[in-house]
């Protein structure tokens, strides 16, 4: 009995370690990741991504489109030559779930894309990292916007 309990929670331990590490670019429901987004520009976007000395470094933007009961979606965009790790999440009240897109990248993280989202507000995420320092750390957070 004692042995069957050891394996069940290896088996259960090794579980754990897959969902912990599990690939970037996470969407699930509504929620997906987008080559090209749809729509137009959220008033007020794009935004700035800032360091902790509020230095600027790239951009995250939120689209919006009528289609599907609504559609949003964002994306971080470095400008700086090279690649570098980024990412950009995005939340919607009242929608289970949310999407996210991480990595190494050359132009862009994103997007992440969510259809339903009439009447509902976004929370928008993106970090760019730059370095290993804090000051080359830039991100952004943003919510409740959109909210249509």
Do not use: W
């Not at 730059?130 to 909210?147: I, L, N, Q, R, W």
């Amino acid at each position: 009995m004692r042995r069957i309990l050891t394996l069940a929670s290896a088996v259960a331990l090794a579980g754990a370690a897959v969902l912990a590490t599990a690939p970037a670019g996470q969407a699930a429901g509504r929620y997906s990741i987008v080559g090209t987004c749809p729509g137009s520009m959220v008033s007020g976007f794009p935004k700035t991504l800032h360091n902790a000395v509020d230095e600027t470094q790239g951009i995250v933007e939120l689209r919006y489109s009528s289609a599907n009961g609504g559609t949003n979606c964002a994306k971080v965009y470095d400008n700086a030559s090279g690649k570098h790790a980024m990412s950009v999440t995005m939340t919607v009240d009242g929608i289970p779930g949310s999407g996210s897109d991480s990595g190494t990248f050359e132009t862009y993280a994103g997007g992440v894309l969510v259809t339903g989202t009439n009447g509902h507000c976004a929370h928008v995420g993106g970090t760019l990292v730059m370095g290993t320092h804090s000051v080359d750390h830039f991100t952004f957070s943003s919510g409740p916007v959109a909210c249509g």
